[in-house]
């Protein structure tokens, strides 16, 4: 009896050819992708036993998942193309990470911890919001909180156009703070401190879920495991 085709044809062309799932769609459908010698059409499933191929050249099934945790300097951007004068942080990563996608992307602005992975089940897990995963920034802003805007905040959320947005706040020194936080919306804590009459100076991340940086230092980065 022949193995059941399980497996799904785009997210094994992702991972082995290192391009997102819609690239490998547009590969089967040009119909450059062949599974056992005959053409694969969208959604197309295989087993580990089926033979693969783009443009008559065999897809390898040897990549193994790899994850990377970055310390991202100000300044470069979570994505793969320059945007104006702003480098891609594939600009500081040696090459052979150019095919890991960013897991829990930082603004231009903003730095520190940042995870690389070519396993999108773990990207899935860090990145859903159902999953909870706590994250930490260290953030300095241009005057000191006002302690009622601090309560709005961590009581009852500011209310943004995408709704309202609710975290922990630590004052550390000055106007610098520690906001520990389970969302992640897009720049969520630049705006919420803009929709207060702030300006962020700096924000930083510290901890991703189970990943901290610890004392890595601004463009450095390491394997890690699985957590």
């Given at each position: 009896?022949?193995?059941?085709?399980?497996?799904?044809?785009?997210?094994?062309?992702?991972?082995?050819?290192?391009?997102?799932?819609?690239?490998?769609?547009?590969?089967?459908?040009?119909?450059?992708?062949?599974?056992?010698?005959?053409?694969?059409?969208?959604?197309?499933?295989?087993?580990?036993?089926?033979a693969?191929?783009?443009?008559?050249?065999?897809?390898?099934?040897?990549?193994?998942?790899?994850?990377?945790?970055?310390?991202?300097?100000?300044?470069?951007?979570?994505?793969?193309?320059?945007?104006?004068d702003?480098?891609?942080?594939?600009?500081?990563?040696?090459p052979?990470?150019?095919?890991?996608?960013?897991?829990?992307?930082?603004?231009?602005?903003?730095?520190g911890?940042?995870?690389?992975?070519?396993?999108?089940?773990?990207?899935?897990?860090?990145?859903?919001?159902?999953?909870?995963?706590?994250?930490v920034?260290?953030?300095?802003?241009?005057?000191?909180?006002?302690?009622?805007?601090?309560?709005?905040?961590?009581?009852?959320?500011?209310?943004?156009?995408?709704?309202?947005?609710?975290?922990?706040?630590?004052?550390?020194?000055?106007?610098?703070?520690?906001?520990?936080?389970?969302?992640?919306?897009?720049r969520?804590?630049?705006?919420?401190?803009t929709?207060?009459?702030?300006?962020?100076?700096?924000?930083?991340?510290?901890?991703?879920?189970?990943?901290?940086?610890?004392?890595?230092?601004?463009?450095?980065?390491?394997?890690?495991?699985?957590?």
């Amino acid at each position: 009896m022949s193995e059941p085709a399980q497996l799904r044809l785009n997210k094994q062309l992702a991972l082995q050819l290192g391009i997102s799932r819609r690239e490998a769609d547009e590969l089967i459908e040009r119909e450059q992708v062949t599974i056992n010698g005959t053409v694969a059409t969208l959604g197309a499933r295989f087993a580990n036993s089926d033979a693969i191929a783009v443009k008559g050249t065999p897809v390898s099934d040897s990549t193994a998942y790899k994850y990377v945790m970055f310390n991202k300097p100000i300044g470069y951007v979570c994505s793969r193309r320059d945007q104006g004068d702003s480098p891609t942080i594939y600009a500081i990563l040696p090459p052979q990470y150019y095919t890991l996608k960013p897991v829990g992307r930082l603004d231009k602005d903003s730095s520190g911890l940042i995870l690389l992975s070519n396993d999108g089940d773990f990207a899935y897990r860090m990145t859903h919001p159902k999953f909870v995963k706590t994250k930490v920034y260290q953030v300095k802003l241009d005057r000191p909180l006002a302690p009622l805007h601090q309560q709005m905040i961590s009581d009852h959320g500011i209310q943004l156009e995408d709704g309202p947005s609710r975290f922990t706040i630590i004052r550390e020194d000055a106007n610098t703070y520690e906001i520990t936080m389970h969302e992640g919306r897009n720049r969520q804590i630049r705006r919420t401190f803009t929709a207060l009459g702030y300006t962020l100076i700096t924000l930083h991340r510290t901890q991703f879920g189970n990943y901290s940086l610890g004392d890595m230092k601004p463009g450095e980065y390491k394997i890690v495991t699985m957590r």
